[in-house]
């Protein structure tokens, strides 16, 4: 089943200590993003990555760090969490590249609930 | 730059009745719109899309949606809402350069039997 995955679903962490969210996607996408969704601001870009060793920053990318050594995982790194971080964020994948025209669809993962104390 | 502006942060309705979700969007480019629904604790799904072909874009379960450029409006409608409609919808914005999406805040939508 072509899909994105996310792992952890669920995190209760405290500030400052390391954490990554990983993930990964079977669709052999080259553009893949980081989202975090916050009530009333809906889904905001963290970090996105067109290709391997390819990132780049987002709308909100303080506090955050990716990176893509592999076409298939994308993982979200968080060095040093800070409870202004707590959110759900989603990670997408698509088959957009940067030679594409047109619109491609993003498929989204599940999400990955974040709760720094 | 793009912007997306969903008019109504909550939607109430009764079971049968129409749904309307009022979306206005900026752009700099040709845009490319979207609406996506999020059921409680389930990921993002696109319900339909409009990517300069006809106007009246139809999507899936029943909504379509109608893009007006001289009011620069994107709004989704269902004529008839049902129990399983109860969920946030998220109107989205692309530019026509790169894959960028740009979400507006959200509608929870509220379906009262």
């Known amino acids: 089943e072509a899909q994105v995955t996310q792992n952890p679903r669920y995190l209760i962490t405290v500030t400052g200590k390391k954490l990554t969210v990983t993930c990964s996607q079977n669709m052999n996408h080259e553009y893949m993003s980081w989202y975090r969704q916050d009530p009333g601001l809906g889904l905001r870009q963290i970090y996105y990555s067109m290709n391997v060793e390819v990132t780049d920053k987002g709308d909100v990318p303080e506090g955050y760090k990716v990176s893509r050594k592999e076409k298939r995982n994308f993982p979200l790194i968080l060095e040093s969490p800070s409870p202004n971080q707590t959110s759900l964020y989603f990670c997408?994948?698509?088959?957009?590249?940067?030679?594409?025209?047109?619109?491609?669809?993003?498929?989204f993962g599940p999400g990955t609930r974040l709760t720094v104390l | 730059a793009q912007s997306v502006t969903q008019l109504d942060s909550h939607v109430s309705v009764s079971e049968g009745t129409p749904v309307l979700l009022r979306c206005n969007y900026s752009s700099s480019y040709s845009p490319s719109l979207f609406w996506y629904v999020q059921h409680p604790n389930k990921g993002l799904q696109l319900l339909l899309k409009y990517t300069s072909a006809a106007t009246l874009v139809k999507g899936i379960n029943g909504f379509e949606a109608e893009f007006k450029k001289s009011e620069t409006s994107f709004h989704l409608t269902k004529p008839s809402a049902h129990m399983s409609d109860a969920a946030e919808y998220f109107c989205v914005v692309s530019a026509a350069a790169g894959n960028k999406l740009t979400f507006g805040g959200g509608t929870r939508v509220l379906v009262k039997p």
């Open positions: 997408a994948s698509s088959p957009w590249t940067s030679g594409s025209r047109g619109f491609f669809e993003q498929f």
